[in-house]
């Protein structure tokens, strides 16, 4: 503050309450260590922690990453859930995602196709019945998948997460080996750690230094590609505000009266949140039609200079220029009066604009 034209009284008075306004800021973000203006500008990274919960190590893992600020991915084996269902309650209570590693961490592409499929499905009820959540995600036991594996995880609505960095600390890697490996990580990948190892949980603040030190930032890994994206800010300082459901989106209750002029099949509201290089869009699509919608694309022109990174809910391609969104295995049907959200992560080069229009099924829509 500028130090001219205060008596020494005014001053003393305004020194004691920025002292007290530097303390409430303290509190604050001791509170939310997450949120605090929080430089993501160098991208997001993937934690990822296996084969837990585990009575020895959940807790004080999620007391590390809580306390360093960090969320991550807990790939958790069902059968363990079942045997400690509060402590998956709360790797979800810690901000944490859940992910589905199979009921017993077997070889999976030794078994018939319908153990496969046991091996899945008893998972995803015991993690849905521990946290009211049913993952999205799967990652197979040692990385091993096939064409019969990748068929059952499409069908149960799992998308298969593997890793671009293994930590090795199943193979006896030091804490600081685990912090190097971290350091390798780029915006998008992911890192395999465990939820297991004493080392693994010692080297949290040293790996939320490191991403802090490279603007990167511990994010959410996406239902559609498998990579690191941004999660649920909930900062106007962090870019995102947008992630995908944990589970399947259930269409919105019907609006009560038709909007105005809305005599197209379709309304889209659509709304970017940007920050200098990227930005993330939600997009939501109302059927204002009296028909029922079965399999959808929504067709949009992005922009010049924004290219789609990642998205939730649909696919996209080609991801600049004219893009199609198309529906994902779960959100085909919209009834009349009903909506889907869907989104998506872009780069920009200096253009966060909006697209004109959005045709649904080669309808042209009405822009809330
Ligand atoms: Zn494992």
Redesign the pocket.
Known sequence: MPPTRLSRRTAAALASLATAAAAALTLTVAATPSSAAADCSGGYVGLTY??GPNSGTTTALLNALTSAGLRATF?N?GQRVQQNSALARAQVSAGMWVGN??WT?PHLPQMSSQQITSELTQTQQAIQQATGQTPRLF?P??GETNATIRSIESQLGLTEVLWDVDSQD?NGASTSAIVQAAGRLQNGQVILM?DGYQTTIQAVPQIASNLASRNLCAGMISTSTGRAVAPDGGNPTTPPTTRPPTTPPTTTPPVTTPPPGGDGACRVGYTVSAWNTGLTASITITNTSSAAVNGWTLAFTLPSGQTITSGWNASYSPSSGAVTARNAAYNGSIAPSASVGIGFQATHTGNTGRPASFTLNGTACTVA
């Open positions: 296996d084969d790939f084996i590693h199979s961490h990652r036991p040692y199943w465990h």
